[in-house]
């Protein structure tokens, strides 16, 4: 069993930036890939970000590209996602998951964090 539990969320300004954290529980972090997914009002829950277990290969959705940086600290249990030149349609509840694929190819998420709150205001 694996618990995640964000922090970071707020309230900024378009073009400002926050950085949300994720800690998670238990002491096989590092066998995990680690994800960011969020979800705005009245949308479904969508892809943001993923991480390798090393931290050594990332991916992200075209939408937060150039803008969002994923990475992770095995050592302290946390990933990290860094977000800059943030936009208003950034605007939704972002989750930390965690999940043990096959393969980097075939993605799976087993464990979800309750969520933050990200509100950017234009």
């Known amino acids: 069993q694996v618990q995640l539990v964000e922090s970071g969320g707020g309230l900024v300004q378009a073009g400002g930036s926050l950085r949300l954290s994720c800690a998670a529980s238990?002491?096989?972090?590092?066998?995990?890939?680690m994800g960011w997914f969020r979800q705005a009002p009245g949308k479904e829950r969508e892809f943001v970000a993923r991480?390798?277990?090393?931290?050594?290969?990332?991916n992200y959705a075209d939408s937060v590209k150039g803008r969002f940086t994923i990475s992770r600290d095995n050592a302290k249990n946390t990933v990290y996602l860094q977000m800059n030149s943030l936009k208003p349609e950034d605007t939704a509840v972002y989750f930390c998951?965690?999940?043990?694929?096959?393969?980097?190819?075939?993605?799976?998420?087993?464990?979800w964090g309750q969520g933050t709150q990200v509100t950017v205001s234009s």
């Open positions: 998951a965690a999940g043990n694929p096959p393969s980097w190819s075939l993605p799976r998420w087993d464990y």
């Open positions: 238990g002491r096989t972090f590092s066998r995990y890939v």
């Open positions: 991480i390798n277990r090393s931290g050594g290969t990332t």
